[in-house]
C-alpha cells in the first residue's frame, strides 16, 4: 500500500519555524515529484512548494517565498518543507503528495497529476 505520512506540524507563535515531515512508505521517491499544498478553514486548497524528482527544481507560491524550504532525501524516502518566519495565514492543514507525471508546468496548480496523498498535518500560528 502506497502511502505518505506528514510529521511536524504544531502550533507556533507568529515569527516562529516549525519543520514538516513527509515520509513515504510501500514505494519509493526516487521517482516522484513532491509537493505540499495547505487548507485552511473556509478557504480553497492551494500549491505551497514543489521539489523535482532529482531535487534540482522547487518551485515556491509567492506568499511563501523567502520563508519556505523544500528539500528531499531519498535515502531516507522522505521530503521536508523548511517553514521559518511563520505568519498566522500561514495556519492550514498540510498536505504532501507524490507524483509520477508531475514537471515542472504548472506543479502548484495541476493537484491531478499526484498519485499518492498523505492526511495531512495542522500548523497553526498563533500568539
Known amino acids: 500500500q502506497l502511502q505518505l505520512v506528514e510529521s511536524g506540524g504544531g502550533l507556533v507563535q507568529p515569527g516562529g519555524s516549525l519543520r514538516l515531515s513527509c515520509a513515504a512508505s510501500?514505494?519509493?521517491?526516487?521517482?516522484?515529484?513532491i509537493g505540499w499544498f495547505r487548507q485552511a478553514p473556509g478557504k480553497e486548497r492551494e500549491g505551497v512548494s514543489y521539489?523535482?524528482?532529482?531535487?534540482?527544481?522547487?518551485k515556491y507560491r509567492d506568499s511563501v517565498k523567502g520563508r519556505f524550504t523544500i528539500s528531499r532525501d531519498n535515502a531516507k524516502n522522505t521530503v521536508y518543507l523548511q517553514m521559518d518566519n511563520l505568519k498566522p495565514e500561514d495556519t492550514a492543514v498540510y498536505y504532501c503528495?507524490?507524483?509520477?507525471?508531475?514537471?515542472?508546468?504548472?506543479?502548484?496548480?495541476?493537484?491531478?497529476?499526484?498519485?499518492?496523498w498523505g492526511q495531512g498535518t495542522q500548523v497553526t500560528v498563533s500568539s
Open positions: 503528495a507524490a507524483g509520477r507525471r508531475v514537471s515542472d508546468l504548472g506543479p502548484l496548480i495541476f493537484t491531478h497529476l499526484y498519485d499518492v
Open positions: 510501500g514505494f519509493t521517491l526516487d521517482y516522484y515529484a
Open positions: 521539489i523535482s524528482r532529482s531535487g534540482s527544481r522547487t
